[in-house]
């Protein structure tokens, strides 16, 4: 009978702590490193804006690093959250090459890895678990068809000057990419000047005005890989004595609220939209590797154009 009651007590003890384990493993925080590229764009800043409040929203414990637009800093930073044994990591990556060592320790140690806005070129894709971001050769596309349709009327060469991002980054690999794809239809397209401007207004007025001073009146249409470059060229333009958007006409990406500004003004004419709001998405992700389900291996924002004619109408409704 004695040794019945034991055998009872043990087991209602054992049930008791199981309870308990499992409900502390249901309130477990999920820890998230996650490595920035930098502040370089009203995009970036918008897109870090949106992690760090989803994550506070989702309950999330974030341990934000910002890079400061060195890939060494982005390694630094995965390699210290894998000492730290957070759950999982997400980053957004400021190339596409030289990940593969990195990754293979976070594979190594256990800890997803989900890549966010850009991509890596690694051929082992098992090295991350998704990757959630817009598909930049297709905005390039869709700036080189509003470019195509544009010009169907007008007769003659059309001389394009190129605004590229930063050299070996996704985006500015595949905007070039997409643009160049569509606009071989039309071989009186040409780009006759590419360059980087790193994603920066600084950069991207300084090299307008080399632009500028090297083929002056020929430039017909300026291709800048985001907002923050078209925005930089635009002061350049004006410096030299021409009208953006008139004198030149200027494709950019991000429809970031500087762009929709400039299109206001009459000095921007369309602007291809990349969303940097993929904070909430990246925590729902999160939540889900956590919960053991198998995430989908490529999540793509959905965009849109926004020409002139309809930036007044849209600015109201702009969150970044
Ligand atoms: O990776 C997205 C790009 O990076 C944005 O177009 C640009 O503005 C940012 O810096």
Known sequence: MNKLRGVVIAAVALFSISLHSGAALAQKKIVMGFSQIGAESEWRTANSESIKSAAKEAGIELKFSDAQQKQENQIKAIRSFIAQKVDVIAFSPVVESGWDTVLREAKTAKIPV??????????????????????????????????????????????????????????????????????????????????????????????????????????????????????????????????????????????????????????????????????PQLMSAAKDLMAGKTLPRRIVTEESIFPKEVAAKEFPKRKY
């Open 114 to 279: 989900i890549l966010t806005d850009r991509a890596v070129d690694s051929k082992d894709t098992t090295l991350y678990t998704t990757f959630m971001g817009s598909d930049f050769v297709e905005e390039g596309r869709k700036a080189g068809r509003w470019l195509v349709e544009k010009v169907k009327s007008q007769p003659g060469d059309v001389n394009v000057v190129e605004l590229q991002g930063t050299v070996g980054s996704a985006p500015a690999i595949d905007r070039k990419k997409g643009f160049e794809e569509i606009i071989k239809a039309e071989p009186r397209i040409k780009i006759i000047r590419s360059q980087t401007g790193d994603f920066t207004r600084a950069k991207g007025k300084e090299v307008m005005e080399a632009f500028l001073k090297a083929e002056g009146k020929k430039i017909n249409v300026l291709y800048a890989h985001n907002d923050d470059m078209a925005i930089g060229a635009i002061q350049a333009i004006e410096e030299a004595g021409l009208k953006p958007s008139k004198d030149i006409t200027i494709i950019s990406i991000d429809a970031v609220k500087g762009a929709f500004e400039a299109m206001m003004a009459g000095k921007l004419d369309v602007s291809i939209e990349c969303s940097p709001l993929l904070g």
